[in-house]
């Protein structure tokens, strides 16, 4: 069934006809400007809605009272796409409805764009490659900002040079990356294939888009492909503890949601009677999400993203697809979307990544195993770094994230890119920047921890175990020679420093060097030289002790081990155990007569001397 009037006019009546009010049906209808929403009163009172009380000029309208008098659909009345109502076609497996041109080619990739909040050229929210590439609205066009050339990315974000094709201003995964066709350095250009982990395995990729799928809902495609796209060994345990860890950090996206709107404004009365017009299931809110993580009730990644689209229709149902509290669920789901794309990709990255008590997280190994590379960025040095992921067409780019302080990302070209074996300029160096140091230095110790158990750095892992391991490795690093490196123009400490070169200009004058007013003297010189005599002196005196010491320990060794061998050849009563005096065979000796009449039943069977 068809309604001429969206959704949203119903939370608008509802405003002057809370608790059973009435108002004057003219003062209504002369409140509205258009003829649709005129048209969209006089529908829901043929629809039994709105009940007209009175007759001639005193009539007056109201809300139907009795919940079960009005009419129900066997299927939702609006899209589940754009929230409107019109000539639906309902999902062949749940109730959920939807217009067929709003419909997804891909279930996880929706229609419309988000406007980047960094100036990040990504869309949201592809989760495996895409070949189609869909294209904002007008509107979205107009308000598009040029987008930033560098491509530098926060410590969680994938990156794209974006083709002419892309919107600048709309946040887009790009369709280049393709997780499933990674690549190493250290192979040839003619064999890129991904190496086969013994711990981890990859689901295989399945169409989503065939002509059966199409007749289904996005959720309900969403829930076929749910155990492909699941990451293998992620239990429900660690699934709830990474979702809480993304839900904490978008939900100040939302500011209201369905419930919570209706709990505040309406009573049980009027709530009841807009979820029979308006929901054909159950509304959901931030707090029945939060119990589900709570509760560990999602056993796969894609039950959350269907559930923040339930979220999200409810909120377009009932506020409009274009009220403000809608296009918040825009901005909470591409960050939550690219936040499940980091979980499938390698959940330990994501977890250690949001565990930061650690000093050295990034240095954990993970299950799935990243290959360790040099990468150069424009005025950085080869930096040592972890990849990621990497690009399945030319040119091909590695996305990679850096050691040191920040754990930048950034988008590398694969000429920029040295296998960790190779030789790099600046291993030459007796001493290297502040900032280089910091990264070798948690690059040694990611690779002493590499070489054990992944199993100590799981989910499951004691963190006790895993603090000494970091520990011991630690130890083992040795703090590398930092020196400033003066020059005409100041470089950044790490890669992916957005900041522009600053040159010192030729006016700036030099810093001439302070000379000491007077110089030693030669007395002065003669005590320095004595100190250190001195100090010579103290050390050879204990070492000297130290010696004596050690003589004394290793006489004291070699009486004791005498003593030993004394104790070995003597013979010992099998009775009291006392040092023995006489044999009664090979077998067993004895200190008197007492106990060998004593242990005779014992011993007569292996008693050797009769025989």
């Known amino acids: 069934m068809s309604h001429p009037f969206p959704p949203a006019y119903i939370r608008k009546w509802m405003n002057p006809l809370r608790n059973g009010a009435q108002i004057p049906k003219q003062t209504m209808l002369g409140s509205l400007k258009s003829d649709e929403q005129s048209l969209a009163v006089e529908y829901a009172i043929n629809m039994g809605i709105l009940v007209v009380q009175g007759k001639g000029m005193h009539k007056a309208v ?36 939807f217009h067929e041109s709003c419909q997804r080619k891909h279930p996880e990739k929706p229609t419309y764009g988000v406007p980047s909040d960094k100036g990040q050229s990504y869309r949201f929210p592809p989760n495996e490659s895409d070949t189609d590439v869909e294209t904002a609205s007008q509107e979205e066009q107009t308000q598009a900002a040029l987008s930033m050339e560098n491509h530098q990315l926060d410590h969680n974000s994938n990156i794209n040079t974006s083709p002419s094709y892309f919107l600048p201003s709309v946040k887009c995964e790009s369709p280049d990356w393709d997780d499933n066709d990674v690549s190493f350095v250290s ?35 969403l829930m076929t492909q749910a155990r492909i796209h699941h990451p293998p060994h992620l239990d429900k345990e660690e699934l709830s503890c990474l979702l809480r860890y993304s839900w904490n950090k978008h939900l100040s996206w939302l500011t209201a949601d369905v419930d919570k709107y209706m709990t505040k404004h309406y009573n049980n009365r009027d709530r009841a009677l807009v979820r029979r017009i ?24 894609t039950e959350f993203l269907v559930d923040l689209l339930d979220l999200q229709h409810n909120i377009g149902v009932f506020f409009g697809p274009t009220a403000k509290e809608y296009k918040e669920t825009r901005w909470l ?66 996305d990679v994230r850096f050691f040191g302080t920040n754990h930048l990302r950034a988008s590398v070209l694969e000429k ?31 690779t002493l921890l590499a070489k054990l158990s992944p199993d100590l750095f799981s989910f499951h892992a004691d963190p006790a175990d895993t603090k ?12 590398p020679t930092t020196t400033a490196t003066p020059g005409k123009r100041v470089r950044p400490s790490s890669p992916g420093f957005s900041g522009k070169i600053i040159k010192i200009s030729a006016s700036t004058p ?17 005590a320095g030289r004595e100190e250190e005599r001195n100090e010579i002196e103290d050390l050879k005196s204990k070492l000297s002790i130290c010696e004596n010491q050690l003589l004394k320990i290793n006489e004291e060794l070699d009486s004791m081990r005498k003593n030993i061998a004394e104790i070995k050849r003597k013979r010992w009563c099998h009775k009291c155990l006392q040092e023995a005096k006489s044999d009664c065979c090979f077998n067993a000796s004895y200190c008197s007569e007492d106990c060998q009449r004593r242990h005779k039943k014992r011993h007569q069977r292996k008693c050797t001397a009769e025989r």
């Open 278 to 301: 308006l929901f054909k299931t159950n509304t959901l809110g931030q707090a029945d999400i939060e119990r589900s993580i709570e509760g560990q009730k999602y056993e796969y990644l």
């Open 416 to 446: 920029d890119i040295i296998p960790i074996e190779g030789d790099v300029p600046f291993k030459q160096k007796a001493k290297m920047s502040k900032g280089m140091a910091s990264a070798m230095k948690e690059l040694t110790c990611h």
């Open 333 to 398: 789901l591409r960050d939550v979307t690219h936040d499940i794309r980091e979980i499938r990709r390698c959940p330990d990255c994501f977890r250690n990544s949001n565990q930061t008590e650690c000093s050295m997280w990034f240095a954990k190994p993970c299950l799935q195993r990243h290959e360790v590379v040099f990468a150069k960025q424009a005025g950085s040095p080869y930096w040592p770094a972890k990849v990621i992921s990497v690009s399945s067409k030319t040119p091909i780019k590695y």
């Open 62 to 97: 109201s809300f139907c009272q009795k919940v079960k008098s009005i009419p129900t659909s066997l299927t939702d009345r609006y899209c589940y796409e754009c929230n409107l109502p019109g000539s639906l076609r309902g999902c062949k497996s749940c109730s959920r409805s």
């Open 510 to 526: 030099a810093p001439t060097r302070v000379m000491p007013r007077r110089r030693c003297s030669m007395s002065a010189r003669l």
């Open 187 to 221: 192979e040839k250009p003619a064999a890129r294939q991904r190496k086969k982990s013994k711990v981890k395995t990859e689901p295989p990729i399945v169409e989503p888009d065939s002509s059966s799928d199409l007749e289904k809902c996005t959720a309900c495609r």
């Open 468 to 479: 000494e391991a970091i520990d011991k490795a630690l130890s083992h690093c040795l703090e």
